[in-house]
């Protein structure tokens, strides 16, 4: 990924192109065309998102001076434990393909370089293991090559093959290229590590036993009983806090206002077939939350080998996830590899005692004494909320997704602190799959094979900062500047729709596991902040949902009703006009209409919108394509409010006894983060419940909660 760096000028091309009108302005403002002239004279500086060599700063090198004398001088044996080598480069030619995650010749070739070892045919396959497996196929690489990470178990190399002794006494550490580890790093799932943690540490009470409270502890309940958690909501970081919980032997109610994934998955389909929304039970609401019905990515910026994403990840596989998700460079899922891991992970928490109320809705909270105490609940199916039930806690944690926007009035409403937050909001492009492969990949996109080729269905990640600085300019950007950026782009997959009210239309992207569809979509969103909200007079906590809901309101009246989307070509955008008798087919399948979604949003988005995306096509050159569709409008990237809470026990600052946990609570953006969030609040609460006396971040290393959270 690049960062361009441009004059004031190139940061608004408006000001190089002819006047045309907004909406949302009484001023005549200029937009580009599809294809932006810009000055020939005026060049572009691009840098590195990361520098390497020269171009390092002189602290960068002396940082990595001293993490390269560190490491040398970390190495006692190096015939003991085992070595991890790096950045083995394999070209598409010499590998067997992205299925492949066993060693090949073509990688004991790249290994047999590292080792300076002569005879690569020689080495034994038996003596190395993948830990990752990537493809890259960057422009700037001569060619397109499958990258690798590699551990080489010394003892046994060594026993198979007596001749690489020298070259193993040769190597040497070099920091993100060759790591000693003197002990091997063994990925565990969660429940292994928590019954580990049970049966090692003194004082953790088994399942049978009754609940103790030490002196002067704040959570007091009968020592006759096991503390009683709810956790509200099913998504990931529920799921994980309710593992967490149930497996300390604490009594786990979960609550989950939609359905399991088998009646989800027949309301989803009434929903695309009949056009019948189920306000509870939808693409947002159910079983395994919003990711369900999505691409099921596993991405996340916490650290593809840290000790918490480790733990997570073996735990799906421990739940039915292929094995390759430990490996792939980019690992997803898929909703239909999503639904039967979930159906095993119930099946699993019912058998350690786990109460799961599905079609449940929290509707308020009992509170004592300023603290909350319980929840009441009522038949999610039942509007009228007839059918109320006061159930008794001694804590909820609260892990609903960023959609459960009465649960934030609900908490408003108990002077809960919930703070605005930024997210982002914009349009869900749509190509034909194999122009973006073609893009990416030029001569290897004949080799994706719609999924089961030799190399994955080609995505892409885009990013564009714009700032406008010069105050004779006929419009702002805002003085701070914005982003302008791809999120959740699904390779071969389709457009689905995420509204939870009929008067309202939001949409997302979603793929099955081989990403098969000849569609690949991604949204183009601006962030947006409370000056944006109050630009619209939404003001308070919720401000940030109420101007969710302008947008996914205006978007349903462009549509015409009936779950239609608004639609524009990427051309017609830029143009600032509609083409209704030219529209590319669209994945949706619920219909769409061609509208000038141009006229959508204020002036200062539609702007930097337009503005990125002509800067995408000097990237991604045919991004820009009559043939690319856009659709509207993206709105749910992110939970629009944060609900303040203590960075060491997770407990609300402003109520005592809720664990505001995951997306919904703004710390988390994802399947995995979400989960680790969950995990962590599942080990706090057992410990303020004294169900866990050890130190989880000496195994899973320290907790990303305080402050933001890395998604």
Not at 28 to 40: A, I, K, N, S
Not at 220 to 246: D, E, M, Q
Not at 502 to 508: A, F
Request: charged content about 25%; glycine content about 8%.
């Amino acid at each position: 990924m690049v960062a361009l760096k441009m004059s004031p000028l190139l940061q608004c091309p408006s000001k190089l192109l002819f006047p045309l009108h907004h909406p949302y302005s009484n001023s005549v403002l200029p937009y580009p065309t599809p294809r932006l002239l810009y000055p020939r004279r005026q060049t572009f500086r691009i840098f590195c998102a990361k520098r390497t060599g020269k171009q390092r700063y002189p602290s960068e090198k002396k940082k990595l001076k001293l993490k390269q004398k560190e490491a040398l001088s970390s190495v006692t044996n190096k015939f003991d434990g085992t070595w991890r080598l790096s950045k083995l480069a394999v070209s598409v030619q010499n590998d067997p393909g992205k299925d492949f995650l066993q060693v090949h010749n073509g990688l004991l070739q790249e290994i047999a370089k590292v080792l300076e070892f002569p005879v690569a045919s020689m080495l034994p396959e038996e003596a190395f293991s993948v830990v990752r497996k990537s493809f890259d196929a960057r422009k700037i690489l001569k060619e397109a090559k499958f990258v690798y990470t590699v551990d080489m178990d010394v003892s046994k190399l060594l026993s198979l093959e007596p001749r690489t002794w020298d070259f193993i006494s040769g190597l040497e550490p070099k920091v993100g290229l060759i790591e000693h580890m003197p002990h091997e790093r063994i990925g565990r799932d969660l429940t292994s590590i928590v019954r580990d943690f049970r049966d090692s540490n003194g004082g953790i009470l088994s399942r049978e036993q009754g609940h103790h409270i030490a002196p002067g502890k704040s959570h007091k309940c009968s020592t006759a009983r096991k503390p009683k958690i709810a956790v509200v909501g099913s998504g990931p970081s529920g799921l994980f806090a309710c593992l967490v919980l149930a497996e300390f032997g604490a009594d786990v109610t979960l609550i989950e206002r939609g359905q399991a994934v088998e009646r989800r998955g027949r309301d989803i389909g009434a929903l695309v077939v009949r056009r019948i929304l189920e306000s509870e039970s939808n693409f947002c609401f159910g079983e395994g939350g919003a990711g369900t019905w999505s691409d099921g990515k596993l991405v996340t910026r916490i650290g593809k080998n840290s000790g918490c994403v480790l733990a997570i990840m073996n735990t799906l596989v421990h739940f039915g996830a292929p094995k390759n998700i430990l490996v792939d460079g980019k690992p997803h899922l898929g909703t239909d590899r999503l639904v039967p891991l979930l159906r095993n992970f119930r099946q699993h928490l019912q058998s350690l005692g786990v109460d799961i109320k599905f079609g449940t809705r929290v509707d308020d909270l009992l509170i004592q004494n300023g603290r909350v105490v319980g929840v009441q609940v009522s038949d999610s199916t039942n509007k009228l909320q007839l059918d109320c039930k006061k159930l008794e806690f001694d804590a909820v944690i609260l892990a609903v997704g960023h959609s459960a926007r009465d649960i934030y009035q609900m908490l408003l409403s108990h002077n809960v602190d919930l703070i605005p937050k930024d997210f982002s909001v914009g349009l869900r492009v749509e190509h034909p799959q194999e122009l973006i492969n073609s893009i990416q990949y030029s001569g290897l996109a004949n080799e994706v094979c719609s999924g089961h080729g030799k190399v994955p269905v080609a995505d892409y990640k885009v990013v564009q900062y714009v700032s406008d600085e010069d105050e004779d300019l006929p419009f702002k950007l805002e003085s701070t500047g914005r982003s302008c950026y791809s999120f959740c782009m699904c390779p071969g997959g389709q457009v689905v729709l995420t509204s939870t009210s009929p008067s309202e239309i939001c949409i997302n992207g979603m793929s099955y596991s081989r990403r098969a569809s000849r569609w690949a979509n991604a949204a183009l969103v601006v962030t947006v902040s409370t000056k944006d909200f109050d630009a619209l007079n939404f003001h308070g906590p919720l401000a940030g949902v109420e101007f969710q809901r302008e947008f996914e309101r205006r978007a349903a009246i462009m549509g015409g009703g009936n779950f239609v989307v608004p639609v524009q070509t990427v051309t017609d955008f830029m143009e600032n006009k509609v083409s209704v008798t030219s529209m590319p087919p669209s994945s949706y399948r619920l219909g769409v209409k061609a509208a000038s979604l141009h006229e959508l949003f204020p002036i200062y988005m539609t702007d930097a919108l337009r503005y990125s995306i002509s800067m995408f096509d000097k990237e991604l050159p045919g991004f820009i394509s009559k043939e690319a569709l856009l659709h509207g409008v993206e709105t749910r990237t992110s939970s629009p409010i944060q609900i303040p809470r203590n960075s060491d026990t997770y407990e609300s600052t402003s109520l005592r006894g809720i664990y505001p946990v995951g997306e919904g609570a703004g710390y988390a953006g994802g399947i995995v983060s979400a989960a680790v969030d969950g995990m962590y609040t599942g080990f706090s609460v057992a410990k303020s419940f004294d169900l866990f006396h050890g130190d989880i971040e000496s195994v899973l290393g320290k907790s990303h909660s305080a402050g933001l959270m890395k998604y």
